[in-house]
């Protein structure tokens, strides 16, 4: 990525930690029987209670849940084809959605209600790419995917039906990622051309345009709000391995509030996935170049650095929080299987 005169979250960055302050991160155990491919993608449904989502060898959408002490002892298929990754959500409501996008190239999805899966049903679409999805207020959630022509097709949940998607204009060249800002509004973030950096914001009901906040990145985005005053942070990874992030103070909706990319090192084979394990902290995993996953904490003021915290992975981890101060991230290992750990 290409830095800017304002560094992301204020650096220095420590490219190691001392190995005490990773103490807490527990051991690597199973998800589960089960092999899954591509990129998982997991969500808080309660304190405590994670569910995650990820593709089958078989074309369909696998699901497992995590009570903040042991997984389920297997991976549960749903059913229909699908062509891409998940996205799951909470809801803000007790409930999770997951979303994936059909062969057919519709919104398929299912929602987790703490208890059990609903049949997976479809919504009407012409999706391109996998969904962002992301919770825009309590019992709403907000699904995009890139369209055949390069912009964004949506829908919005109401909590009950879907609306028909629409689409906006723009020119992505990667799946959207989308976050709650927590303050009423989903960021969505997409690379264009030049990989470039582009951002939307959906607000009291409408899209406020998108802006251009710069950036060389590879791969995909990963946003994730840090629950404190609409912030919301957009990580990246940058043709040189490194892992970038960019920050919107949850202001007016200009470039201005953008502090512009600044880089939180490490080497790395894909993007990291970040999530907030309270106010205004964050918990980012990443998969180095030797396939094992490594952690870093920003802990409101500064990054402590990326430390090794083992396994073995390819492809981009999923970490979601337990609302316990803590997170679990998962892993698609070489052999497919799925491990997950805990921590900091």
Same mark, same amino acid.
């Given at each position: 990525?290409? !830095?800017?005169?304002?560094?992301?979250?204020l650096?220095?960055?420590?490219?190691?930690?001392?190995?005490?302050?990773?103490?807490?991160? $527990? =051991?690597?155990v199973?998800?589960?029987?089960?092999? $899954?491919?591509?990129?998982?993608?997991?969500?808080q449904?309660?304190?405590?209670?994670?569910?995650?989502?990820? !593709?089958s060898?078989?074309?369909?959408?696998?699901?497992? *849940?995590? +009570?903040?002490?042991?997984? &389920?002892?297997?991976?549960?298929?749903?059913? &229909?084809?699908?062509? =891409? +990754?998940?996205?799951?959500?909470?809801d803000?409501?007790?409930?999770?959605?997951?979303?994936?996008?059909?062969?057919?190239?519709?919104? *398929?999805? =299912? /929602?987790?209600?703490?208890?059990?899966?609903?049949?997976?049903?479809?919504?009407?679409?012409?999706?391109?790419?996998?969904?962002?999805?992301?919770? @825009?207020?309590?019992?709403?959630?907000?699904?995009?995917? !890139?369209?055949?022509?390069?912009?964004?097709?949506?829908?919005?949940?109401?909590?009950?039906?879907?609306?028909?998607?629409?689409?906006?204009?723009?020119?992505?060249?990667? *799946?959207?990622?989308c976050?709650? +800002? #927590?303050?009423?509004?989903?960021?969505?973030?997409?690379?264009?051309?030049?990989?470039?950096?582009?951002?939307? !914001?959906?607000?009291?009901?409408?899209?406020?345009?998108?802006?251009?906040?710069?950036? /060389?990145?590879?791969?995909?985005p990963?946003?994730?709000?840090? #629950?404190?005053?609409g912030?919301?942070?957009?990580?990246?990874?940058? @043709?040189?391995?490194? /892992?970038?992030?960019?920050?919107?103070? &949850?202001?007016?909706?200009?470039?201005?509030?953008?502090?512009? @990319?600044?880089?939180?090192?490490?080497?790395?084979?894909?993007?990291?996935?970040?999530?907030?394990?309270s106010?205004?902290?964050?918990?980012? $995993?990443?998969?180095?170049? +030797?396939?094992?996953?490594?952690?870093?904490? @920003?802990?409101?003021?500064?990054?402590?650095?990326?430390?090794?915290? &083992?396994?073995? $992975?390819?492809?981009?981890?999923?970490?979601?929080?337990?609302?316990?101060?803590?997170?679990?991230?998962?892993?698609?290992?070489?052999?497919?299987?799925?491990?997950?750990?805990?921590?900091?």
């Amino acid at each position: 990525m290409k !830095r800017t005169a304002v560094c992301f979250l204020l650096l220095p960055i420590c490219l190691a930690l001392a190995p005490a302050a990773w103490a807490s991160w $527990g =051991s690597f155990v199973s998800t589960g029987t089960g092999t $899954g491919l591509g990129t998982p993608s997991c969500a808080q449904v309660s304190t405590g209670h994670v569910v995650c989502a990820v !593709r089958s060898g078989k074309s369909a959408i696998m699901v497992n *849940q995590f +009570d903040g002490t042991a997984w &389920g002892t297997k991976w549960t298929s749903l059913a &229909g084809a699908v062509a =891409s +990754d998940p996205s799951c959500t909470s809801d803000g409501a007790g409930k999770v959605i997951c979303a994936v996008t059909a062969t057919n190239g519709n919104l *398929q999805w =299912s /929602i987790y209600n703490g208890t059990i899966w609903s049949a997976p049903a479809k919504v009407i679409a012409a999706l391109y790419s996998a969904p962002g999805c992301a919770e @825009y207020t309590a019992g709403q959630v907000l699904c995009a995917a !890139r369209n055949v022509s390069g912009g964004l097709a949506w829908s919005l949940y109401n909590g009950t039906v879907w609306s028909a998607f629409a689409n906006l204009t723009t020119s992505a060249v990667s *799946q959207p990622s989308c976050t709650t +800002d #927590n303050n009423n509004g989903v960021v969505c973030a997409i690379f264009t051309t030049g990989y470039v950096t582009l951002v939307n !914001r959906f607000a009291a009901g409408v899209w406020e345009g998108f802006l251009s906040i710069g950036g /060389i990145a590879g791969g995909e985005p990963d946003c994730t709000s840090l #629950n404190s005053g609409g912030k919301v942070v957009c990580f990246a990874k940058a @043709y040189n391995t490194g /892992i970038f992030g960019n920050l919107f103070n &949850g202001g007016a909706w200009v470039a201005g509030d953008w502090a512009g @990319y600044g880089g939180i090192g490490g080497s790395v084979n894909e993007n990291a996935s970040c999530t907030t394990q309270s106010a205004g902290l964050l918990v980012c $995993g990443v998969m180095g170049l +030797d396939n094992a996953l490594f952690g870093n904490i @920003y802990n409101g003021s500064s990054w402590l650095g990326w430390a090794k915290i &083992g396994g073995t $992975g390819v492809s981009t981890p999923a970490c979601a929080p337990l609302g316990t101060g803590q997170v679990v991230c998962i892993v698609l290992g070489i052999n497919n299987k799925l491990t997950s750990v805990v921590g900091p």
